[in-house]
């Protein structure tokens, strides 16, 4: 076997792995970053590619987020992960969801995070196609952004190999992490072996490659989402993120304002309830347009039940609803996929110390890719302060 010696090995080159390993090369650790497949394949590149705090709860996790943006824009400045500030505009379709509005953004204004009130005429001029029938009015979040979710984390790895001194190896499913000799021993599934002073696993959703009977026990579920891609827009520009009335009623920074318990559950489509939808668009750099999205669960230990097909009624569902909301060039929709994470019920996040030296990092929701690169900024930190 072959054996060599790092400061830090993480497992999983998704975002969240990558971006401890961002955070660890850059100061100045010897850095392994492995991969079981032969690139990040799931819920890194299947989601929509949006950066935004606005729709977290105020403290840790919204603070991490505000972090992670100005870290992307940081990366961008010397690199081209895709990242583009364009901003988040929420869109109110009824009276108390623009109340939410207006008192998100005073909540925005005490903690200091831009945000501006949009009248009705102003959405409408703004983005084109935008239902007057729908629209009461918005939020804009001028300094969120989105970036192309199956470019940015390639982008960010060889930025990283180029500029960082990061090893990437794909292909390298881990079999074990053991503790002995004062280092972490991970061996991988072809024979590999590599010693560090400390391991990092971000492991997605797989939770049987690696200490089964510990994500077995936990109270960790996988979510399964459903989303679609419309073929290219000639001539029709969507700047930056747009999000209907049912994500007002979802997100959690919301349900902070005075006015969420107001919320009259009976005016959301019982179709939309039971699949968990809200409705979200964001164009891709080649004009196509991304629209989702919905959410069934599982635990962890039966994620297997979710399948691998997309439910043809789901993805009516949610075109219904953004129909309601756009009157778009066309419908043409070309693709149409699942993604998949990891949450936990009670909890915010999955960390856990698996041995000495040893940490799990996994269970973020769906909020990796607004705040993994604060939050591994902080873990970091932490781990080899």
């Not at 583009?84 to 929420?90: I, L, P």
């Not at 390298?172 to 560090?196: H, I, P």
């Amino acid at each position: 076997m072959n054996s060599k010696h790092y400061d830090c090995i993480i497992t999983g080159a998704g975002v969240l792995g990558s971006f401890h390993a961002y955070h660890a090369a850059r100061k100045g650790l010897k850095v392994l970053l492995l991969e079981k497949d032969s690139q990040p394949t799931d819920a890194t590149v299947r989601n929509f590619g949006m950066a935004i705090p606005s729709g977290l709860n105020q403290g840790k996790w919204s603070d991490y987020g505000v972090r992670s943006l100005e870290i992307y824009k940081d990366i961008q400045s010397e690199f081209d992960l895709s990242v583009r500030k364009n901003g988040s505009m929420y869109i109110a379709s009824d009276a108390t969801e623009l109340t939410l509005l207006e008192e998100l953004s005073a909540i925005n204004k005490k903690m200091g995070y831009p945000s501006v009130i949009t009248g009705k005429e102003s959405c409408l001029e703004k983005y084109p196609g935008l239902r007057a029938s729908y629209c009461m009015g918005g939020l804009f979040f001028p300094e969120e952004i989105t970036v192309e979710p199956d470019r940015m984390i390639h982008r960010l790895i060889a930025f990283m190999q180029e500029q960082l001194g990061l090893i990437y190896r794909p292909y390298s499913l881990v079999k074990s992490v053991v503790y002995r000799n004062d280092r972490c021993f991970v061996e991988t599934s072809d024979g590999r072996e590599f010693t560090a002073d400390k391991v990092l696993i971000c492991n997605g959703r797989d939770f049987t490659s690696l200490y089964p009977e510990l994500f077995a026990k936990s109270d960790i579920v996988v979510t399964k989402l459903q989303m679609m891609r419309t073929s290219p827009m000639t001539d029709f520009v969507l700047p930056g993120a747009v999000l209907g009335g049912l994500s007002i009623r979802r997100y959690e920074s919301f349900q902070e304002c005075p006015s969420y318990e107001k919320l009259n559950a009976a005016t959301i489509n019982e179709q939309c309830k039971k699949w968990g939808i809200h409705v979200l668009f964001k164009q891709a750099a080649d004009g196509s347009l991304i629209i989702g999205d919905s959410h069934e669960y599982e635990d962890a230990r039966n994620a297997d039940r979710l399948g691998f097909d997309v439910k043809q009624v789901i993805n009516d569902i949610i075109l219904q609803e953004a129909q309601r909301i756009f009157d778009l060039p066309h419908w043409n929709i070309t693709t149409q996929w699942n993604g998949y994470y990891a949450q936990r019920k009670e909890h915010d996040i999955f960390m856990e110390t698996a041995d000495t030296n040893t940490w799990i990092i996994t269970a973020i929701g769906g909020k990796g890719m607004t705040v993994s690169a604060g939050l591994a900024e902080a873990n970091i930190h932490k781990i080899f302060a």
